[in-house]
T-cell receptor, first 115, second 112 residues
């Protein structure tokens, strides 16, 4: 399996622009998570989906952030408008709730820089 | 508190043992995990332990769990320079839909 695939690997944008991050989970996994990593706040859970349905979005910072999962093989995290404080590494992770230990598999992340 | 806590830095000599400690918050967590992050990469699962176990050994890795104190540790025997990375512990919060909450990570530096 190719693992969790995220794109782009790096994104540099200007303040106010819309940013869309993409994720393809591992085939057969039914749970998908979006995390954000910064030096100051560490690894924060933003939102997660079970069977394409958002379960907990309490970590989404504010209305500028939105996430969708239109089908089992694709998810997006959108920031509109972006701000410099959104600069971070954004990770997508997936797992299968059918396995007893529900190990989480991470993508390589998207390094976002908002100037 | 609400946070999973780890010390931020650990430095050891090559060949020594490393012990990374973590305290978690949810006594009902069924699984606790250790992840490793190398520079510029995502998190990679190292090992995990089920909450009804006290210890789990996997080659050079030993996980110890003290449920009473909500304390988790990861011991790396014969630490190598390739073990230099950031190590995260995580608890699965079953009373919050099973989401994983991570500590802030411990940066392990292995000196030759």
């Amino acid at each position: 399996d190719a693992g969790v695939i995220q794109s782009p690997r790096h994104e540099v944008t200007e303040m106010g622009q819309e940013v869309t991050l993409r994720c393809k989970p591992i085939s057969g996994h039914n749970s998908l998570f979006w995390y954000r990593q910064t030096m100051m706040r560490g690894l924060e859970l933003l939102i997660y989906f079970n069977n394409n349905v958002p379960i907990d979005d309490s970590g989404m910072p504010e209305d500028r952030f939105s996430a969708k999962m239109p089908n089992a093989s694709f998810s997006t995290l959108k920031i509109q408008p972006s701000e410099p404080r959104d600069s971070a590494v954004y990770f997508c992770a997936s797992t299968s709730t059918a396995t007893f230990d529900e190990k989480l598999f991470f993508g390589s992340g998207t390094q976002l820089s908002v100037l | 508190g609400e946070d999973v806590e780890q010390s931020l830095f650990l430095s050891v000599r090559e060949g020594d043992s490393s012990v990374i400690n973590c305290t978690y918050t949810d006594s009902s967590s069924t699984y606790l995990y250790w992840y490793k992050q190398e520079p510029g990469a995502g998190l990679q699962l190292l090992t995990y332990i089920f909450s009804n176990m006290d210890m789990k050994q996997d080659q050079r890795l030993t996980v110890l769990l003290n449920k009473k104190d909500k304390h988790l540790s990861l011991r790396i025997a014969d630490t190598q320079t390739g073990d230099s990375a950031i190590y995260f512990c995580a608890e699965r919060r079953d009373n919050q839909g099973g989401k994983l909450i991570f500590g802030q990570g411990t940066e392990l530096s292995v000196k030759p």
